[in-house]
């Protein structure tokens, strides 16, 4: 079992990688692939919106961690791999997969920011949780 963090070309290709369950934080622009047994959907904005006073709005990331947290642990619990994706791999996914490493290692918190940052980051170009 292991956790993944990737983009829709990773999701094009659930089997390649042994991923049979998948939280996809951009159902929108990414379908569900029709092998994968196991889905979440997480339906995140990637770009702030106009709310109702013309203003811009940001949706709250934060909505959707205990959900997601739950489904990625009963998953690697049951001895399944999860992929975690969204369009571009790089903010969506990384926030879910960032808010669900904390929420099952409380003691992530009370590490330094750059050393959370770069065990996320490592060996990839363009995260921005």
Request: proline letters at 5%; a negative charge; charged letters at 15%.
């Amino acid at each position: 079992m292991k956790l993944l963090l990737g983009d829709r070309v990773a999701s094009a290709h659930p089997n390649a990688i042994g991923v049979s369950s998948v939280v996809n934080c951009a159902p929108m622009h990414v379908p569900r692939h029709p092998s994968v047994q196991y889905y979440l959907e997480v339906d995140l904005a990637d770009a702030p919106a106009l709310n109702a006073e013309g203003g811009v709005a940001f949706e709250d990331a934060a909505t959707h961690f205990e959900r997601a947290a739950a489904f990625i642990k009963a998953e690697l619990d049951a001895g399944r791999s999860v992929l975690v994706h969204c369009a571009g791999g790089v903010s969506r996914s990384a926030t879910i997969t960032l808010a669900y490493l904390i929420l099952v290692n409380p003691y992530l918190l009370s590490m330094s920011d750059s050393f959370v940052i770069n065990a996320i980051s490592s060996g990839r170009e363009d995260d921005s949780p």
